[in-house]
């Protein structure tokens, strides 16, 4: 059985203040709701402030990033072990807008995840395809490719700590979401490319999730995908009454 997991990533909203009171109401909501693991994932100023406000609930708290080195010249940046430190569990790593405006490449993704789980954390590995490179037929290449590199090195092992988080390019803070048969065709593409380095078996064991405009609305029937295991959601978790329905659907 795999575990599914409702991952919100803030991405650069919300002041630690905020993140305080929107955990304060949320944890009610959600409270009871533990068929799935609920992650926040907050920008790095607001993690004490999430770690504090999560403490005795059933939320966890994530990361939107995280270095590959453990310490050193690197201004702006922060290592594994300071999120770790921090009480993070859980860090994204590899969103395409960190590919699209950061520089992040497939080489970085894969120095990032390794760092992330070999410190204990679990690393949100996102993959996906624009529209362009859909258009042009390379869905499953691209997101078989992805997903090789950015586990390459990652053991058998390791993967019980690895999330990977199938998010087209395309639906991405759009409002056009895949439609549930393209979630589970791609999410399908990343469990193949799992299954092709380390086993069928072991390909099940892992969780792959939908990310690109889920929200209360069409949680339910992408969730309701065999390979479809949580989601990965952007806007919808900036609200805590839209965030606790795609948990609630996921229960
Ligand atoms: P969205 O973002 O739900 O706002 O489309 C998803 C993501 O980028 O993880």
Request: net charge negative; hydrophobic share 40%.
């Amino acid at each position: 059985m795999r575990r599914t997991v409702i991952a919100g990533n803030w991405k650069m909203n919300m002041t630690p203040a905020e993140t305080k009171a929107f955990i304060e109401e949320l944890a009610p909501m959600v409270k009871g709701m533990d068929k799935c693991d609920i992650v926040l994932c907050v920008p790095a100023i607001d993690v004490p402030a999430a770690v504090e406000a999560a403490k005795g609930t059933n939320i966890k708290i994530g990361a939107e990033n995280v270095h590959f080195k453990e310490s050193g010249a690197y201004t702006g940046e922060i290592s594994a072990k300071m999120l770790v430190a921090a009480g993070v569990e859980y860090v994204v790593v590899g969103h395409s807008e960190r590919r699209q405006y950061f520089g992040e490449t497939d080489q970085t993704v894969n120095l990032r995840t390794l760092a992330a789980v070999n410190a204990g954390l679990t690393a949100i590995v996102c993959v996906g395809e624009t529209l362009e490179q859909r258009e042009l037929g390379y869905t499953e290449t691209l997101l078989k490719y992805q997903t090789k590199m950015a586990l390459t090195g990652i053991s058998k092992e390791q993967l019980k700590n690895i999330v990977v988080a199938y998010e087209p390019v395309w639906a991405i803070g759009t409002g056009v979401t895949a439609t549930a048969d393209q979630a589970d065709e791609g999410n399908g593409y990343v469990r193949a490319a799992i299954a092709e380095v380390y086993g069928k078996d072991v390909a099940e064991t892992v969780t792959v999730q939908y990310g690109g405009s889920m929200n209360d609305g069409n949680a339910a029937e992408l969730l309701s995908k065999v390979n479809v295991d949580g989601g990965l959601i952007g806007g919808a978790s900036l609200k805590t009454d839209k965030f606790t329905a795609i948990v609630k659907a996921a229960n």
